[in-house]
């Protein structure tokens, strides 16, 4: 994972994936029966790829004592102007501990799969597991085979007055990486051009749990939309929920 893509993708995520993008409504609403409702009204939450903090934003306002971490330092300027209240901290998934053991774990939009190699994978497992007090959830969407043969595989552009944004995508079966290039104009003094690669790798569900197990938490549990919740079709495509508890020792 780079730094730098979310650090020059920062406005533009903000702009198009910020206020208004539904996901973060219906992500809410996922979490709601899969995970809140299981939690004190004083419980403490860690949203662990938090980018530019929206979900962090939504807990804080139900009462949750609320910590977001993500690598990218302008993603979490963004997040901090949201929520003051909360606490933030710099941090690489594959390399962060905390002081403070919380009762939840969160990662959403699909942050765990730009985890591209499966021993990182675990190593962001363990770190969970360490940060989560005995019996706390740690509660991720991941992105299944089906969203990245239906939707990454695809180009498109936006374009507005002061910033325009031309994307292709693609994935490739064999390797089970799929890549979204982005060529970004914005106009700040001119027009200044950034061009940016994401990446993100598909698990099938047994190399999850594996995983998982192998790190401390007991057999995970998968929320599928339309059977559990429900999510639009631009964001609910190929979109699993998985819960997973730390075992009680």
């Not at 979310?6 to 702009?15: A, H, I, Q, V």
């Not at 979900?55 to 949750?64: D, F, K, N």
């Not at 089906?146 to 031309?166: P, V």
Request: hydrophobic share 45%; net charge negative.
């Amino acid at each position: 994972m780079s730094t730098g893509n979310y650090d020059t993708l920062s406005w533009f995520y903000e702009r198009h994936w910020g206020p208004g993008f539904r996901f973060y409504d219906f992500a809410m609403d996922a979490l709601e029966p899969i995970l809140l409702r299981e939690l004190r009204g004083d419980a403490r939450i860690l949203d662990l790829c938090c980018g530019a903090g929206h979900i962090v934003a939504a807990l804080s306002e139900r009462g949750y004592l609320v910590v977001g971490a993500d690598l990218s330092v302008e993603m979490l300027k963004l997040a901090r102007s949201k929520s003051p209240q909360a606490g933030f901290f710099a941090a690489d998934a594959r390399e962060f501990s905390t002081a403070m053991k919380f009762d939840a774990v969160v990662s959403t939009f699909d942050s765990i799969n730009h985890i591209l190699d499966p021993a990182d994978l675990a190593l962001v497992f363990g770190n969970v597991s360490e940060a989560l007090a005995p019996g706390g959830l740690f509660v991720f969407d991941l992105l299944e085979e089906e969203a990245y043969t239906e939707a990454w595989a695809k180009s498109g552009f936006f374009l507005e007055e002061d910033n325009a944004c031309i994307i292709r995508g693609s994935y490739d079966e064999r390797s089970r990486i799929a890549r979204v290039d982005l060529t970004l104009f914005r106009l700040e003094n001119g027009w200044t051009r950034s061009d940016v690669s994401v990446f993100e790798r598909y698990y099938p569900a047994d190399e999850v749990a594996a995983a998982l197990e192998s790190c401390g938490f007991e057999r995970p549990q998968v929320y599928r939309s339309k059977a559990d919740f429900h999510m639009p079709v631009d964001a609910g495509v190929g979109r699993v929920f998985i819960k997973a508890r730390k075992v009680l020792r």
